[in-house]
Structures are given as C-alpha cells and as structure tokens.
C-alpha cells in the first residue's frame, strides 16, 4: 500500500532563514514524488515533481530512495512562501495519486 | 484555457438527505479524480475516471458514488448524508490516469455543510 506522512502540521521560520519540509513515504515499487501547494483562497497546485529535477520558486526536493523521503527545502524563505505544502505518491501503473497529511508553512517577517 | 470548474460552490444540507457535486474538467482532460479534504484528515482520495469508467477507488462506503460523462464532466453523490461527510470536495483533471507523468489540476471545490 501507498502511504505518506509528513511529520510536521505546523512549521514556522522567519524570512530569510531556511526552510525543510519533510515527507517520508512507504512504497515497495519506484514511485513518482509530487509537491503541492495551496496559497491563501487559491486552488491546489503542482509546485515540483521529482522527475522533473526542477527549482520552482527556489524549491528544490530531491528523492531518496533509501530513506524513502522526498523532503521540500528553501535556502532562504520568503513570505509569499507561506502555505499549505502537500506531499503526494503515485505507485506504479494507473494508479491513484496519494497525499499526505499536509504541512502549513508560516513564514515570520 | 478554463480551468477546472465545480457547482456549486457552497451547500447546506440535512443529516439523511442526498447531494450531488458536478465537475467540469479542462477541455481536453479525459481523467477526473475527486478527493475529500478535512482539517483532521487532510486529502483523501474518494474516485477516479477516466474514459467514463472508475478506474480507481478509495476507501469510503457505498453511500460515495460518481459517474463521468461522455464529455469528461462528472458528477459525484453521496446518499444519507451524516454531519461526518461536511467537508471540502476537490475534483481534480488531468489528461492521464492517476497522477504518474501527468499533472493534475484542481478546481476551487465544493464546500459541503451537513446539518
């Protein structure tokens, strides 16, 4: 079975500071890594897939497979990059895409 | 493009009564997915279709059910509403099945208060 956890609810930082969130999956096959993003009174978003091996917005996540984490990170945390971050696994074959818990981010100023 | 579209926005409804959420997905998309979100829960995966067939399920009890049209647009019902189904419901398309290789967007989902 496919399950996410992202350990965290709640993660505060000040601007400027880095910033880590944490996502660990289970998933005995090769996964696809997904990071959401849901702004304040916008829709859910893509923010990065880990195929891609993309920065978006400063983000990066990089998948590691033999800590089955696909942790989210930000040198330097800006305030528009206060959200609500959700981790997602898609298994092998057509199957459904599963999310984690959620983690919201507060940037401080 | 239009996005993802979903009607209506907001409903109040009544402890046993039934509903019924519609979602258009971008012009093109074939799969649409729908998804129950909840600040104690989070995300949860209720359904997916794709070519109006349910390729995918989660799991939620018979009185969760959906269906697609021959245009992608879908509906979802939920009969005998208790106060535990009030929550928001995301529908989701994308132009594959699952979210393997292919992005999915949402729309601004449906919020559901059962009284």
């Known amino acids: 079975a496919q399950r996410v956890t992202q350990p965290e609810k709640l993660l505060s930082v000040f601007k400027g500071a880095p910033v880590e969130l944490k996502c660990n999956y289970s998933?005995?096959?090769?996964?696809?890594l997904f990071w959401y993003v849901q702004y304040s009174r916008q829709r859910l978003q893509l923010l990065l897939r880990h195929i891609s091996r993309e920065s978006i917005k400063g983000f990066t996540a990089d998948l590691n497979k033999g800590e089955t984490s696909f942790h989210l990170k930000k040198p330097f945390a800006q305030e528009e990059d206060s959200a609500m971050y959700y981790c997602?696994?898609?298994?092998?074959?057509?199957?459904?895409?599963?999310f984690g818990q959620g983690t919201r981010l507060t940037i401080n100023p | 493009k239009a996005g993802v579209t979903q009607t209506p926005r907001y409903l109040i409804k009544t402890r046993g009564q039934q509903v019924t959420l519609s979602c258009s997905p971008i012009s093109g998309h074939r799969s649409v997915s729908w998804y129950q979100q909840t600040p104690g829960q989070g995300l949860q995966f209720l359904f997916e279709y794709f070519s109006e067939t349910q390729r995918n399920k989660g799991n939620f009890p018979g009185r969760f059910s959906g269906r697609q049209f021959s245009n992608s647009r879908s509906e979802m019902n939920v009969s005998t509403l208790e106060l535990g189904d009030s929550a928001l419901y995301l529908c989701?398309?994308?132009?594959?099945?699952?979210?393997?290789?292919?992005?999915?967007?949402f729309g601004p989902g449906t919020r559901l208060t059962v009284t």
């Open positions: 998933y005995s096959g090769s996964p696809e």
């Open positions: 997602a696994l898609s298994g092998e074959g057509a199957q459904k895409l599963v």
């Open positions: 989701a398309s994308s132009l594959g099945l699952g979210g393997r290789g292919y992005e999915q967007y």
